[in-house]
């Protein structure tokens, strides 16, 4: 009995250790009563975590450094000034070749050329209008003292009133030509020294891009006459791609300009042509007016001497 009771005691626990086992889905049985089951992941918990006010913020920045961008741009900026200045250097020495236009810089030239002569022409219309304008004050003030020695003189008093008139014509007359004078100054002051001179600011550009141009150009061709080797070949492929982009932007930068050139000569050419024919004009009527009123004034002088009557006797007559 005994032992019966301990089989089935032991049957008992055998059952008992047996369902665990066989709650588990994932254990691999043997036949010889031996099992054997993977083990288990461990558990994975997620905590969320609502943000405070007072906690830091992180903000996810990009791999470019400002500080590093800005170095690189001054490097790149301190070897282009570089070899621009080299190449300068070369030019005036001499020793560099240069890119020559031979559209473009003749033009140029002439360009320069025809500033300086109508600056000068601008100036010495500016001096005539100053002058004209103290001439014209003067003759207001001479006539002013003949209308005065007039009216004092009783026996001259035709006399002087004829000169007063024709100096007070004359300094209006001036005042009309001086005005005339001013607005062909201020109309070329605007050509010469801002359409002109915004054009010569764009050759100053194109100078410097054709400088830097050359430059590139003379690297280039410095490398294509060295060795060809692993370390050369990066540095040659690097100069061809810098050439070619320096090539681009002078092209643009001539194209640019030859088209300004071509548009500054045709409004040079109408600003001129009218501004000239007014002044011619201002400078005619001026002188018309100016004949017409003293062939006038000197008919009248001329009767007013051939008239033995108007002139009172002389005491000697009379006596």
């Given at each position: 009995?005994?032992?019966e009771?301990?089989?089935?005691g032991g049957?008992q626990?055998?059952e008992e250790?047996?369902h665990?086992?066989d709650?588990?889905s994932?254990?691999n049985?043997?036949?010889n009563?031996v099992?054997?089951?993977?083990?288990e992941a461990p558990?994975?918990?997620?905590?969320e975590?609502?943000?405070?006010?007072n906690?830091?913020v992180v903000?996810?920045g990009?791999?470019k450094?400002?500080?590093?961008?800005?170095?690189e741009?001054?490097?790149k900026?301190?070897i282009?000034?570089?070899?621009c200045?080299?190449?300068a250097l070369s030019?005036?020495l001499?020793?560099?070749?240069?890119?020559?236009?031979?559209?473009?810089?003749?033009r140029l030239?002439?360009?320069?050329?025809?500033r300086?002569?109508?600056?000068h022409?601008?100036?010495l219309?500016?001096?005539l209008a100053?002058q004209?304008?103290q001439?014209?004050i003067?003759q207001k003030?001479?006539?002013?003292?003949f209308?005065?020695?007039?009216?004092?003189?009783p026996?001259?008093?035709?006399?002087?009133?004829?000169?007063?008139e024709?100096?007070r014509?004359?300094s209006?007359?001036n005042e009309?030509?001086?005005?005339a004078?001013?607005?062909f100054?201020?109309?070329?002051?605007?050509l010469?020294?801002k359409?002109?001179e915004?054009t010569?600011?764009?050759?100053k550009q194109?100078?410097?891009?054709?400088?830097?141009?050359?430059?590139?150009?003379?690297?280039?061709?410095?490398?294509n006459?060295?060795?060809r080797?692993?370390e050369?070949?990066?540095?040659l492929?690097q100069a061809?791609r810098?050439?070619q982009?320096?090539?681009e932007?002078?092209?643009?930068?001539?194209e640019?300009?030859s088209v300004?050139?071509k548009?500054?000569?045709?409004?040079?050419?109408?600003v001129?042509h009218?501004?000239?024919?007014?002044?011619?004009?201002?400078?005619?009527?001026?002188?018309l007016?100016?004949?017409?009123?003293?062939?006038?004034?000197v008919q009248?002088v001329?009767?007013?001497l051939?008239?033995?009557?108007?002139?009172?006797?002389s005491?000697?007559?009379?006596s």
């Amino acid at each position: 009995m005994m032992e019966e009771v301990e089989q089935r005691g032991g049957a008992q626990e055998g059952e008992e250790d047996a369902h665990p086992t066989d709650a588990n889905s994932n254990c691999n049985h043997a036949d010889n009563n031996v099992t054997s089951c993977p083990a288990e992941a461990p558990p994975v918990f997620s905590f969320e975590r609502t943000p405070q006010k007072n906690d830091p913020v992180v903000i996810q920045g990009n791999n470019k450094n400002p500080a590093t961008e800005k170095l690189e741009r001054v490097r790149k900026w301190s070897i282009t000034r570089y070899k621009c200045t080299r190449q300068a250097l070369s030019e005036k020495l001499g020793r560099g070749s240069r890119t020559v236009d031979l559209d473009l810089e003749p033009r140029l030239e002439l360009l320069k050329d025809d500033r300086q002569r109508y600056d000068h022409m601008t100036k010495l219309a500016q001096t005539l209008a100053n002058q004209l304008t103290q001439f014209s004050i003067t003759q207001k003030t001479l006539g002013d003292a003949f209308a005065d020695l007039s009216v004092k003189t009783p026996t001259l008093h035709v006399e002087f009133g004829l000169n007063a008139e024709a100096q007070r014509f004359l300094s209006k007359s001036n005042e009309t030509l001086t005005t005339a004078v001013n607005v062909f100054t201020s109309d070329m002051n605007t050509l010469v020294n801002k359409t002109i001179e915004d054009t010569m600011i764009n050759a100053k550009q194109y100078e410097a891009g054709r400088i830097q141009y050359d430059a590139y150009r003379v690297d280039l061709e410095e490398l294509n006459l060295g060795p060809r080797d692993p370390e050369t070949l990066p540095k040659l492929e690097q100069a061809q791609r810098d050439f070619q982009n320096q090539r681009e932007q002078y092209q643009r930068i001539r194209e640019d300009l030859s088209v300004k050139v071509k548009l500054l000569q045709e409004n040079k050419v109408k600003v001129l042509h009218q501004q000239l024919f007014l002044l011619h004009s201002a400078v005619a009527a001026h002188s018309l007016s100016c004949q017409n009123f003293l062939q006038k004034n000197v008919q009248q002088v001329s009767e007013r001497l051939t008239n033995p009557a108007v002139d009172a006797p002389s005491w000697l007559e009379e006596s």
